[in-house]
């Protein structure tokens, strides 16, 4: 096998006689020198320095406001716990306002705890003040409000029983198989955190009305059982405030100065009951970074911040644009990145740590050869006791793309966190009916491989099976299958697809498992999937497409479906082991695995960047955004494909923000059996010119000069970028690079 850690390189493939982007340098001065002992807070800024808090001049300005709404755009690693719990305490010790009179909410329980632990343990504080303050998570102050008032449903917040319910029902309704229960819940969250009612929902078809049911009878089955979830906490706690005038009132004169954290996370309901709080007194600050609204999926709005001006008239804006968390080549880049955002506030971070080790680039053939050097760069480091292995994070756009390197991490039994589902890639429900027709094909009699199958041919899966073993007791045959030919509800069409299906099957026998994958999705996979409304529904068919791919793409690496087989049997295991040692807390220095999105707010001092490539970052369903709609969002005008390519760059911008010393970024040049460009997030960054426009991908390549010729050649490798010069294979005339629009991709 071939060494690969030496391929990562100062600058991203293509990119030459370029700068690195570099952060200019933070100012100096903090409150030791801005704060005069003559001046009348002084004795506060004093206590803070002595217990090791030094403000800078923005969160100075941050802590020191008093009335009226503020906005304070809290940059990548800006400091923005240390200004909400400096400020409470400067409102409690210099402005003398009672600690009951404070309400501070963010929205992760260890948020929360950490704010409440940090304001205890200010010297300016004493222990009854601190404790005065409400600082608490939104779904915490929201029971504890609706405890007062009368409500006593348990909370439903067990993920696993709501999966529970949602199997039972769909079996009881015939829809066994046809949603996942985690994207119902997911669906009937965005339905409920956008205020909308089920009983609106449409009925227009039959999908539309198989969910409008489902999300009906689990409303009935909580009421039944007095529970109430996570969003009802909220909605609840509306409609309460909305229809008691005294209580809001009551916590209007309580609550007279609001903080809320990470305010880009905001939905619209929580939006809408900060709204409500504050309305009497108007003392409100917001804290938040719109460069890192990333949650759209969960009803948070880019809006709220950019509009926060328009809905409090004279705000104030402040702007911590002090980064302490990475060198200044980390947050140059990350500056260079989110700037071809149009949708933002104007700003520009800082840095306080100096230059460091420039983040470097690798461009790999595939995420097979990713996954090796990123292992490889790992296992280097830990050798030479550079870093621990719970010093790396490893960090993707989606699950699928994570694939290769949580294998590798498994076959090398290296320690990590997979902080994703818990579900390995070949569980997936989309690939475990394709694994089925693979194992069959090994053992004709493999009865749950059998029971896997059944939906893909639109048969009702306990009735079959019933029918199959019942059968099987009294006169047993090779292929079980079989025995629903006799079947008395299957049609005489659903007969000839049983035949054809095993027929299919029984053709493998020369073929390679990503061969006999491919005529596995040709033959009927494929269109099963994309017919089926429901699946459509649920999640999204370019999510769809791409695990199918990356299935086929595993399987490529065997020669014979036995020995592929055997493989997914050994990761299964090993897997499963190592989930076994996260549950008991056995690998604690591990490598932590995490999509973009779960890794805001944290930090870690590596951090490697995968699937830096079109069609992974930005993914391929932003990029065919405007094929699914033809709106623009009515808030800023804009169309659904800009407003898509935004996100994703905000992302890209999360992701490489949390590396504190070292940034490793790399892109395959093939994913899913087609050539992937880098992404344009990180071209742009070095040259404008690399920033693709919205209706096209620019591919990097060497261009015949010939006026007469029209020969282009796709640039792979960094190697190959750095070539001085070539020629033109058809009329022999110099090529120099460039960069070839590609026409759209239709779907």
């Known amino acids: 096998m071939i060494k690969l850690s030496n391929h990562y390189y100062t600058f991203p493939i293509g990119i030459r006689n370029s700068e690195v982007?570099?952060?200019?340098?933070?100012?100096?001065?903090?409150?030791?020198?801005?704060?005069?002992?003559?001046?009348?807070?002084?004795?506060?800024?004093?206590?803070?320095?002595?217990?090791?808090?030094?403000?800078?001049?923005?969160?100075?300005?941050?802590?020191?406001?008093?009335?009226?709404?503020?906005?304070?755009?809290?940059?990548?690693?800006?400091?923005?716990t240390s200004v909400l719990v400096c400020r409470t305490a400067y409102l409690v010790a210099v402005r003398h306002v009672q600690p009951q009179h404070i309400?501070?909410?963010?929205?992760?329980?260890?948020?929360?705890?950490?704010?409440?632990?940090?304001?205890?343990?200010?010297?300016?504080?004493?222990?009854?003040?601190?404790s005065g303050v409400e600082a608490r998570t939104f779904h915490s102050f929201c029971l504890q409000l609706l405890r007062g008032r009368g409500y006593r449903q348990s909370i439903l917040g067990e993920t696993g029983q709501k999966h529970i319910f949602f199997k039972r029902l769909m079996r009881e309704l015939l829809l066994q198989n046809d949603y996942e229960p985690e994207t119902l819940l997911a669906q009937l969250s965005a339905i409920k955190l956008r205020m909308l009612s089920i009983s609106e929902l449409p009925e227009t078809t039959t999908e539309e009305r198989e969910l409008k049911l489902l999300f009906t009878r689990y409303e009935q089955w909580k009421k039944e059982l007095d529970k109430l979830d996570y969003d009802d906490l909220l909605l609840e706690t509306f409609r309460l405030l909305r229809d008691d005038e005294t209580l809001l009132a009551t916590l209007q004169r309580r609550f007279q100065y609001i903080m809320i954290d990470e305010f880009?996370?905001?939905?619209?309901?929580?939006?809408?009951?900060?709204?409500?709080?504050?309305?009497?007194?108007?003392?409100?600050?917001?804290?938040g970074d719109d460069d890192q609204t990333i949650y759209s999926f969960n009803g948070a709005k880019n809006d709220y911040i950019l509009n926060f001006e328009q809905q409090y008239p004279g705000a104030s804006?402040?702007?911590?644009?002090?980064?302490?968390?990475?060198?200044?080549?980390?947050?140059?880049?990350?500056?260079?990145?989110?700037?071809?955002?149009?949708?933002?506030?104007?700003?520009?971070?800082?840095?306080?740590?100096?230059?460091?080790?420039?983040?470097?680039y690798a461009r790999l053939k595939s995420t097979q050869d990713e996954a090796q050097l990123v292992v490889e760069k790992i296992i280097e480091q830990t050798g030479q006791g550079k870093w621990a292995f719970g010093d790396f994070a490893v960090l993707f756009r989606t699950a699928s793309s994570s694939r290769a390197l949580v294998e590798l991490l498994l076959t090398k039994q290296l320690p990590f966190i997979d902080y994703g589902d818990g579900q390995l890639f070949y569980d997936q429900w989309a690939i475990k009916p394709l694994v089925a027709h693979l194992r069959l094909f090994l053992d004709r009699r493999n009865f749950d491989a059998i029971e896997a199958l059944l939906p893909s041919l639109y048969i009702n899966r306990e009735q079959a099976m019933a029918f199959i073993w019942n059968q099987d007791k009294q006169r047993a045959k090779k292929w079980p299958?079989?025995?629903?030919?006799?079947?008395p509800q299957l049609k005489d069409f659903q007969k000839d697809k049983i035949k054809e299906r095993i027929k299919l099957?029984?053709?493998?026998?020369?073929?390679?498992?990503?061969?006999?994958v491919m005529q596995l999705r040709q033959a009927f996979y494929d269109q099963y999937l994309e017919t089926s409304k429901r699946h459509e529904m649920t999640e999204h068919k370019e999510g769809l497409k791409?695990?199918?791919?990356?299935?086929?793409?595993?399987?490529?690496?065997?020669?014979?479906?036995?020995?592929?087989?055997?493989?997914?049997?050994?990761?299964?295991?090993?897997?499963?082991?190592?989930?076994?040692?996260?549950?008991?807390?056995?690998?604690?220095?591990?490598?932590?695995?995490?999509?973009?999105?779960?890794?805001?707010?944290?930090?870690?001092?590596?951090?490697f960047v995968i699937g830096a490539s079109e069609g992974i970052l930005p993914h391929s369903s932003a990029l065919a955004a405007d094929k699914h709609s033809d709106r623009s969002s009515i808030q800023t005008g804009i169309d659904t494909l800009t407003e898509a390519l935004e996100e994703e760059r905000r992302l890209a911008y999360v992701a490489v923000t949390?590396?504190?010393?070292?940034?490793?970024?790399?892109?395959?040049?093939?994913?899913?059996?087609?050539?992937?460009?880098?992404?344009?997030?990180?071209?742009?960054?070095?040259?404008?010119?690399?920033?693709?426009?919205?209706?096209?991908?620019?591919?990097?390549?060497?261009?015949?000069?010939?006026?007469?010729?029209?020969?282009?050649?796709?640039?792979?490798?960094?190697?190959?970028?750095?070539?001085?010069?070539?020629?033109?294979?058809?009329?022999?005339?110099p090529m120099e690079q460039g960069t070839k629009l590609l026409p759209s991709k239709k779907n």
């Open 21 to 80: 982007p570099l952060a200019s340098k933070a100012e100096a001065e903090t409150s030791r020198d801005l704060v005069g002992d003559g001046e009348a807070d002084s004795g506060f800024f004093r206590a803070l320095e002595q217990y090791g808090i030094s403000l800078n001049r923005p969160q100075m300005a941050a802590v020191r406001h008093q009335t009226g709404a503020a906005l304070t755009l809290a940059g990548a690693g800006s400091g923005k």
């Open 103 to 130: 309400l501070l909410m963010t929205f992760s329980k260890k948020a929360a705890d950490e704010m409440r632990s940090r304001i205890r343990s200010l010297p300016v504080l004493d222990a009854q003040a601190a």
């Open 264 to 287: 880009q996370d905001t939905n619209q309901v929580q939006y809408v009951i900060v709204q409500m709080l504050a309305d009497k007194h108007r003392n409100l600050m917001v804290v």
């Open 317 to 360: 804006t402040i702007v911590l644009d002090i980064n302490y968390r990475s060198t200044s080549t980390i947050v140059g880049l990350g500056n260079a990145i989110i700037q071809y955002n149009k949708q933002r506030k104007e700003k520009t971070l800082l840095a306080v740590k100096s230059k460091g080790i420039n983040p470097a």
């Open 481 to 487: 299958l079989i025995h629903l030919l006799d079947f």
């Open 505 to 516: 099957i029984k053709s493998f026998a020369d073929s390679k498992p990503a061969d006999a």
């Open 546 to 607: 791409e695990v199918l791919d990356e299935f086929e793409a595993a399987a490529g690496s065997y020669d014979t479906i036995e020995a592929f087989m055997a493989y997914i049997d050994d990761i299964t295991d090993k897997y499963a082991a190592a989930s076994r040692e996260q549950k008991h807390g056995l690998n604690r220095n591990a490598i932590s695995l995490m999509s973009i999105h779960k890794s805001k707010g944290l930090e870690f001092p590596v951090v």
């Open 658 to 733: 949390r590396a504190q010393e070292e940034l490793y970024i790399s892109s395959p040049a093939t994913y899913r059996g087609n050539p992937a460009e880098l992404s344009r997030f990180i071209r742009s960054a070095f040259s404008k010119d690399c920033e693709a426009d919205g209706d096209g991908e620019t591919a990097l390549a060497w261009l015949c000069t010939s006026d007469s010729c029209q020969v282009w050649q796709r640039i792979i490798t960094y190697e190959d970028s750095q070539a001085e010069a070539r020629s033109c294979p058809l009329c022999r005339s």
